[in-house]
Every structure is written in C-alpha cells, then in structure tokens.
C-alpha cells in the first residue's frame, strides 16, 4: 500500500460534504485517517486535535496508498463508482 502522492491538492463540494485530492476536474476519492474532518469556504483539513492541517490553496506532498477497502467510510455520495481511493496517512506533526 506505499505510495507518495508529490503536490496532492484537495477539492470538494460542500453541498454534499465532500472532499477529494486533486482538481474540480480530476479528483481521486480519500480515506483520511481516523479523526480528521473538513470545513469549507475556504476547504480546510484538520486533524483530530483541532488543528489545521492542509488547506485548498496548498499542495502537499502526502505518504499514504491505493485501496479498494475502507471505501465504506467515504460518504455515499462522495464515492467514485469502480475506483480505488487514496489513504492519507497522518501528517508527520500528527505522529
């Protein structure tokens, strides 16, 4: 499952509370890492502590790989039919 994605952006769509790496038009579905949430206008990312951790107007270089399990835990609506998602490992200040 290792694998690093260099210059990841985040997207997403606040109406169906979603959030995906890359662009509006070439996004990947995520599994983020157990207690990371987002918030939008602007999309930010936080960790389970609270803190900011990633937001639209970065890109990041992330450690992480390609799944096809997990996917339960994206929301329904956020799910890309037949593709395998990508799984954010915690950021290093996280560890």
Request: net charge negative; hydrophobic share 40%.
């Amino acid at each position: 499952m290792t694998a690093r994605w260099d210059h990841a952006t985040i997207t997403g769509d606040p109406l169906k509370g979603c959030v995906w790496l890359g662009t509006a038009d070439n996004h990947h579905m995520a599994v983020w890492y157990p207690g990371y949430w987002a918030r939008f206008a602007p999309l930010r990312i936080y960790n389970g502590k609270g803190e900011q951790v990633w937001s639209e107007l970065e890109a990041r270089d992330l450690g992480g790989g390609w799944i096809s399990h997990l996917t339960d835990r994206i929301p329904e609506q956020c799910r890309i039919p037949g593709e395998r998602a990508f799984f954010v490992n915690p950021f290093e200040r996280d560890l």
